[in-house]
């Protein structure tokens, strides 16, 4: 069984603390991007997001936002808790970023 709760690392250095997640699978946490050299403004942001009943499914599928302090930018994240052949736990997720943008025709822009 994966369990999403606890402290995790990405392969980039970005760190994460997800709580404990409720009953209905809702949870919370803080996520901290790697510090660029130079960039003092870098902040631990609230994550806020859910995942399927562990006591269905052992390797769950989750969902998490990111509200990014001090910037105008909002992260999604969706992937799959995994348990590796040796036992340990494996995140899989992919993202998309958005920024506020000016106007219709600068829409294009502001997802990566």
């Not at 870098?42 to 769950?60: A, C, K, N, R, Y």
């Not at 969706?78 to 494996?90: A, F, K, R």
């Not at 025709?105 to 502001?110: I, L, N, V």
Request: glycine content about 8%; overall charge negative; aromatic content about 8%.
């Amino acid at each position: 069984q994966c369990l999403l709760s606890g402290s995790w690392r990405s392969d980039t250095g970005c760190r994460m603390v997800i709580s404990t997640p409720e009953k209905n699978g809702r949870f919370s946490g803080s996520y901290l991007p790697v510090r660029i050299t130079g960039d003092s403004k870098i902040l631990t942001s609230p994550l806020e997001g859910s995942q399927q009943d562990v006591e269905l499914v052992p390797q769950p599928v989750f969902s998490f936002t990111v509200h990014w302090q001090l910037q105008d930018q909002t992260t999604v994240f969706l992937g799959q808790c995994y348990v590796g052949t040796n036992g340990e736990e494996i995140l899989h997720a992919l993202w998309l970023m958005r920024e506020a943008a000016n106007s219709p025709t600068e829409d294009w822009k502001a997802t990566r």
